[in-house]
């Protein structure tokens, strides 16, 4: 069977913002017209107009929870981000992009540990990216023994591989664009709370995700490198390691 060796012109870079996780209780639930908010961590990144979706979690694990949404919120639904007051955490919401607040009719049900979250949709093209590379190492773990048998030759070392370990970098260019998201994630490096930052890094971006091949992680990000010079795009190197084992998906189905 004939193979096609990829190129870079396959690949892709999505990414979810920094700061765009949070939960919140029953009591955190404000209901009425005009006067319908949630109250999550303070000094997040929650920005207007960024896509958004509620649901539920098990506080103590972090798996799937139990309970009932405030109504009328769905956890199949995207809804967007009117406003957000870093120095309170109060978020306020619509059903469209720029439209008018979501009115709350009851602050739902949930029973300890489960919380309300509330998150950046789904990851999003980043359409200013030169370069991604992701390099993963192994630690190694020395298991030799004494005892060997002398002969003509010095012994060998024997190793085992240990914990893994990945760093990661981005190259995007600069725009004059303020809602671009590569701007944004050179911004995000100084976000204290980093809680849902996130990437995927297609090697292979097709049509849909089933055929698609990549890498995908929760991350953390770095550093930012900047250089200016006039000869050149303006672009910054952006450094980030993941927070937990990254999900390989290099096969793909119909």
Do not use: H
Request: glycine share 10%.
């Amino acid at each position: 069977m004939a193979v096609t060796v990829l190129s870079g012109t396959s690949g892709a870079l999505y990414y979810k913002p920094a700061g765009t996780n949070g939960t919140f209780l029953e009591a955190n639930v404000t209901t009425g017209a005009g006067t319908s908010q949630i109250v999550v961590r303070s000094y997040l990144n929650f920005k207007v107009g960024d896509p958004i979706k509620f649901s539920l979690v098990n506080g103590q694990t972090g798996g799937s929870g139990s309970g009932t949404l405030p109504a009328p919120l769905s956890s199949a639904t995207t809804y967007y981000v009117i406003g957000y007051v870093a120095a309170t955490g109060v978020l306020t919401f619509s059903t469209t992009a720029g439209g008018s607040q979501l009115t709350l009719t009851d602050d739902g049900t949930l029973a300890v540990p489960n919380e309300f979250q509330v998150a950046y949709a789904d990851y999003a093209a980043v359409g200013q990216v030169q370069r991604w590379g992701f390099e993963i190492s192994r630690a190694e773990i020395d298991v030799t023994t004494i005892g060997q048998t002398a002969a003509q030759y010095a012994p060998f070392k024997a190793y085992i591989p240990g914990f893994a370990d990945g760093t990661g970098t981005a190259t995007v260019y600069v725009t004059n664009e303020d809602s671009a998201l590569s701007n944004r994630m050179v911004e995000d490096v100084l976000q204290r709370q980093q809680v849902g930052c996130a990437f995927k890094l297609y090697t292979d971006k097709a049509g849909t995700e089933a055929l698609s091949r990549s890498i995908s992680m929760d991350a953390v990000l770095l550093t930012a490198s900047i250089n200016i010079n006039p000869d050149d795009a303006q672009m910054v190197e952006i450094s980030f390691r993941p927070t937990g084992a990254p999900t390989f998906d290099f096969s793909t189905s119909a």
